[in-house]
């Protein structure tokens, strides 16, 4: 059972990394410093979002509108860590 743990942790290390190279890349497309006409950038830019906008979406019909700010990836990377400091602290239901 403690691998099934671990997989849990890795699968969670995993998502939290794609959000975060999402979030800095939507950083460097705004500030032009990536260009979506790339087509290298621009598949990887389109594979996160379809990856990520149906998690994304969920959470935005929750928060109310702020205009620009999108903070739906922040809440569900607090949404991660709150998930794994729970699988940690509940490891011994695993063993």
Do not use: C, K
Request: proline share 4%; glycine share 2%; hydrophobic share 65%.
């Amino acid at each position: 059972m403690t691998s099934i743990l671990q997989i849990l942790l890795l699968i969670l290390d995993i998502a939290q990394w794609i959000i975060l190279i999402h979030i800095i890349m939507s950083w460097l497309i705004n500030f032009q410093v990536l260009n979506l006409r790339q087509p290298l950038v621009s598949q990887i830019w389109d594979a996160l979002n379809r990856l990520l906008e149906p998690l994304y979406s969920r959470v935005r019909s929750i928060l109310p509108n702020l205009g620009g700010v999108d903070l739906a990836p922040l809440v569900v990377l607090v949404a991660i860590y709150a998930l794994r400091i729970v699988l940690i602290n509940n490891a011994a239901l695993f063993v």
